[in-house]
Each structure stands twice: as C-alpha cells, then as structure tokens.
C-alpha cells in the first residue's frame, strides 16, 4: 500500500518552504520515526519523518522545490507490499 | 554558441545547506491555539516578524514575544526582517489586548518589545509603561521589556524604569565596529548609556543584553562588549547565531557550531555575569521566563 509522505503545518503562514534534502534515496527502507527529508524555512530546517515503515518509491518533491503545507513530497510503499 | 546561450545554460550556484544543528522540532498541537489568540487579539509579535527560528517551539508552548506599536520600524537594521517605512498609529488599546493575550495563554512571564519608533516624540515609552501597568492589573505575570534605545532620551528611559518592570532587556545586537553594517542609526555607546541609566535608576531591577553572532565579530571583541556590559550592570547576556531573514539581509559570515557558543559562554561567564544563555537558537526572550526565575 503506497503512503504519502505529507509536508505537516509548520506554522510557515504565507513564507516559502523548500526541499533543502532528501535524507533517503529512492529505494531505501525506512522505518517510523525516521527522518527523510528536510525541509527549509527562514534559516532554520526541520525534518519531516516517515509517519510509517516503507520504501521511499517515488519523490514529488525535487531538492529545492518550493513546498506548502499538506504537499505530498513522496511516497513509500508498504514493505510487505513491495517485497 | 552565444554568450547569451553560454549564460542560460550556466547552472545556478549550489545552496549552501545549513549545518546540521539548526534543526527545530516539528510545531506540537500547542502552536494553533496561540496563533489563534495572536490573530483573534489583532496583537504582533517579534517571532513573526522578525523569522524568529524558535516560533514553532515557543508557540507550540503557548508562549510569544509581543511587539507593541505597530508592525513597521524607523531604523535600517541590517539584520531584522521588521518591515521598515511608514509608521503605524499608536493603537491605544493595545495594552489591554496585550494583557488579555497574557491571560488566554496562560502566561506566567511575558517579554515584550517593540520596534523603534524615532518618529514619536518619547520613542513609544510612555505605551510600553501602559502596557506593563495593563497585564499587572490583570495578573501576576512576571513582565520583561525589551525596549529600543529611545535615541537616548532619558526622560523616555525613566518613564518605562517608572512602570517597573521585572526585567530591563536591551540588545546590544553585535560589537561596535560592525554597527555601521549592522545597526545603522544606532550607537553603541548609547546602549550601555540606557542599560547603565536603568541600573543606576533602579538596581533591583534585573538588566539583560543580547548579541548575535556570526556576522563577522572577533571572540575578542565579542569579549570586550561583554565587559563592557558588565561595567554597566549588566547581570544577564544571550548569545546566539544571526540567521539571514530574506536574501535582501545581511549574509551570514558565519555558523558557529553548538561547542563554540559553549566555549564563549564560559568565558563570559567568568567575568562576572549572573545568568548566560549562549546557543545557536538563543535569543532574547528565548526561555525569558526560566532565565529570569534562575536569577532570584
């Protein structure tokens, strides 16, 4: 089951927010909790983390992409789904 | 192939990626409900304005620095994202939407500021003593000032010194030879002239500075404000990274890593201070309230 890597509210109101790094590679395992991208706002970076285990199969969200609240910056697929 | 095509196909240069520590924690539940009364009281605040990179933590703690007397400021900084321009009228109810803030969030120490308002004939001082009396008549908030220079105007100084505040904080930003870049219109002899007025006009108040770093100051001269600012009276000094606010904002010169802001600390420790906070995130009213409670 593919899962959608959301870019939270991070209380950025109107500011613009990039993908600064992607922390994984397409086709790496993540678990819960892990950090995979990170995300920059005025000066400061903050990580979004994988909500659940899974392989990062896609990327939305390119370095240095302007993102908002709610974006889907990738996706992970379920590892049982995808071995 | 032209020099017009040369230069369209010339890659921009790579973003330098911040250093690994100036990471924040995602915003907590806590964070809505003190933007809401933010926004429901119409009231600004400095971690909005001025990028503040600890706004999602202190928020998500139901906890901000109120910044009085509108949303634009009369001095150039070269490091604030304030916007600057056309002053805002004095709103004269502000003191009273500040204090109703106080109480919705609970606040048990409010640090408040402002921006600088030269185009006001006391420079904004006679509001900032409004509002101190305001959140004292409706609760025992500890309240911290963090004031601008008043362009010196003493009569200006002793009207907030009137309204006694808990803490007396003004920022000395960065050391003297980088004013002219950094704090246009300000003077830096003028900073300790206020800070040294307050304790002389009432020691049991509790005074504070703050400085940036990483725009280029020398440790020895980091060191030479700090003593300066403890010949004032000065018992409490953070330390903390500049961040560059906008591309139109001073570059940073420098990240300075968590071990150094430690090393510093120490040494202005040792010369005599009450309380230190020395950090990448630290700034003024960063943890106001903890800062002043380990001072009684």
């Known amino acids: 089951m593919r899962v959608p890597l959301t870019l939270p509210d991070l209380g ?4 613009d927010l990039r993908v600064s790094c992607w922390l994984v590679d397409l086709g790496d395992a993540v678990d819960e909790g892990d950090r995979v991208v990170e995300i920059l706002m005025d000066g400061i970076t903050f990580d979004v983390l994988a909500e659940r285990s899974g392989t990062l199969t896609r ?3 390119p370095l240095d992409a302007v993102v908002r609240t709610g974006d889907v910056l990738g996706w992970l697929e379920n590892r049982e789904d995808s071995e | 192939m032209s020099t017009l095509e040369i230069l369209h196909d010339v890659p921009p240069p790579p ?3 911040l250093p690994p520590w100036l990471k924040r924690p995602l915003p907590a539940p806590g964070m809505s409900f003190t933007s809401q009364v933010i926004e429901d009281l119409r009231l600004e605040t400095v971690c909005e304005s001025a990028k503040c990179p600890n706004r999602t933590e202190c928020w998500s703690h139901r906890t901000a620095t109120f910044m009085i007397l509108g949303n634009v400021c009369t001095r150039p900084c070269g490091f604030c994202s304030v916007p600057k ?3 805002e009228v004095v709103q004269a109810d502000e003191p009273a939407r500040v204090a109703e803030a106080v109480v919705r969030l609970g606040l048990k120490h409010v640090v408040i500021t402002s921006v600088t308002r030269d185009d006001l004939p006391d420079g904004g001082a006679d509001h900032f003593y409004e509002c101190v009396l305001a959140v004292r008549e409706r609760c025992n908030a500890a309240v911290e000032v963090l004031t601008p220079d008043f362009l010196g105007n003493e009569r200006a100084i002793d009207r907030v010194i009137e309204a006694r505040p808990d803490v007396f904080n003004h920022n000395t930003e960065t050391v003297p030879r980088l004013y002219h870049r950094v704090r246009r219109n300000a003077v830096y002899q003028r900073t300790l002239d206020l800070l040294a007025r307050v304790k002389h006009a009432a020691p049991e108040i ?5 400085l940036m770093l990483g725009l280029g100051e020398t440790e020895e001269e980091i060191l030479e404000v700090c003593a300066d600012l403890k010949s004032v009276g000065c018992e409490m000094i953070t330390i903390g990274q500049y961040l560059q606010p ?3 904002h001073l570059p940073v010169d420098r990240y300075v890593p968590p071990e ?3 090393a510093i600390g120490e040494l202005v420790r040792k010369l005599g201070f009450k309380l230190v906070a020395s950090g990448p995130f630290v700034r003024s009213s960063y943890h106001a309230g903890e800062m002043a409670t380990a001072l009684a």
Do not use: V, W, Y
């Open chain 1, 12 to 15: 950025a109101g109107n500011e």
């Open chain 1, 59 to 61: 990327i939305e969200r």
């Open chain 2, 85 to 87: 321009g056309k002053t």
């Open chain 2, 15 to 17: 973003r330098r990626r």
């Open chain 2, 260 to 262: 150094e802001f430690d």
């Open chain 2, 246 to 248: 906008t591309p139109a």
């Open chain 2, 206 to 210: 509790p005074t504070k500075s703050g």
